[in-house]
């Protein structure tokens, strides 16, 4: 059976473009293959977080996991930070990857944009993320149109770690969410950009936790 892997952060409550883009996608695929899912809370400390509130977000996530309809029995599922292997492995992807090609990250871009410091994690959490998906001989990675660049980074460090050193890696494909299946649930205070988790607005976001009142 072919695996597939995917990791969010739990950074904070997961919002309605969360789960239309990517969660329900993750039930679905659970009839279908091999899957592991994380809870990446290494990628979350690339910024700055209070070790209490991240410790009961994650496991807020964990059992919002579980209330859409995920089945421990059926996926794996795990605190990345519990597997010391993708520490490991991220400075071995390191090792063998590029500046430039992370130098080259829009997201990082993005998300260092206007700020005084910023931390190297978040400058090399790419290396993290091969590290995640080629751990575990994954063939399929469930991502969004904007999440391709990074997928194609995995892939490209897979080929060159191979090249060098034998076949190690499995090349992990894209598995591309569709517009129509939600993939991109836009703020609700601007249009023009994805639902964010990030976005300090409350009133951007709708919260798989919000009471109907407050909708």
């Known amino acids: 059976m072919k695996r597939v892997f995917s990791g969010v ?13 990517a969660i329900r996608r993750f039930v679905q695929l659970q009839d279908e293959m091999d899957c592991v899912y ?3 809370d290494l990628h979350s400390i690339t910024i700055p977080q209070e070790p209490s509130a991240l410790r009961e977000n ?12 995920l089945d421990p029995d059926r996926i794996i599922l795990f605190m990345q930070s519990q597997v010391r292997a993708h520490s490991e492995l991220a400075w071995l992807l390191q090792c063998v990857a590029y500046t430039g090609e992370l130098n080259r990250m829009t997201q990082f871009k993005e998300k260092s944009q206007g ?3 910023v931390s190297v994690g978040l400058y090399t959490y790419p290396t993290l993320m091969a ?33 060098r050193f034998g076949e190690t890696f ?12 939600g993939a991109r649930i836009m703020a609700l205070d601007n249009p023009d950009k994805k639902m964010s988790k990030s976005n300090p607005n409350p009133h951007s976001k709708i919260n798989l936790l919000d009471s109907p009142s407050k909708i």
């Open 9 to 21: 952060q739990p950074t904070s409550e997961l919002h309605l473009g969360n789960y239309l883009g």
């Open 38 to 40: 994380s809870i990446v």
């Open 58 to 69: 994650s496991l807020k996530l964990a059992a919002l996991f579980m209330a859409v309809g």
């Open 115 to 117: 700020k005084e410091a």
């Open 131 to 163: 590290a995640d998906i080629l751990l575990y001989d994954t063939h399929y990675v469930p991502v969004g149109n904007d999440q391709k660049q990074h997928l194609e980074f995995t892939r490209d460090i897979a080929e060159r770690f191979n090249s």
């Open 170 to 181: 499995v090349v992990p494909e894209p598995l591309i969410t569709n517009v129509s299946e």
